[in-house]
């Protein structure tokens, strides 16, 4: 077992990983109208992609970011994607059509729950895509930090959740 993390807006904790906004827009391993959720192998990650994607760390500041972790089991729930079996330029941007098409592809086949791909902004680390119309989608445990107001420490001008049972969130 292990954990993948995405980091939401608090405004938004109903919908983590619904995925809405990926069907306004196309992102690198998904087609406009997939609905994929984002989201990273280590919280460190996920808050590194979101300050790539915002552009601005006073935009993040702005915005209250909580980090939402789901544990899974890999052998059950993954696919992945390694880069060596990428084509070259599968990090460039604007974002290929061939590299959109396998996200989009692993969605429309729902051939798992959670698809991991490297990341581009730091390749040696893994991402992943979230398909919440998986039926084994909801296999997927809601373990981790409390979400509850409040109660942790600052991230990005927001409150990161601990729970502190556990001094490894990710065990």
Known sequence: MFSIWRLEKERH???TFRG??????????????TQVAYASEHPCIAVLEKLAWLGSYDVA??????LIPRRLDPDKHLERVEEEDL????????HRDAIRDIGTDWFN????????????????????L???????FHDLERRGPSLSPGRGVSLIGSTLPVKKSSPNPLE
Do not use: C
């Open 13 to 15: 904790l109903g919908e």
């Open 20 to 33: 809405k906004s990926s069907l306004q827009a196309d992102g690198r391993w998904h087609h406009m109208g």
């Open 61 to 66: 500041r702005s915005s209250n970011y909580l």
């Open 87 to 94: 084509p070259e330029d599968w990090d460039a941007f604007p």
């Open 109 to 128: 086949e729902e051939r798992s729950p959670i698809l991991g791909v490297p990341s581009a902004v730091l390749p040696l680390a893994k991402n992943v």
């Open 130 to 136: 979230t398909n919440p119309f998986h039926p084994e």
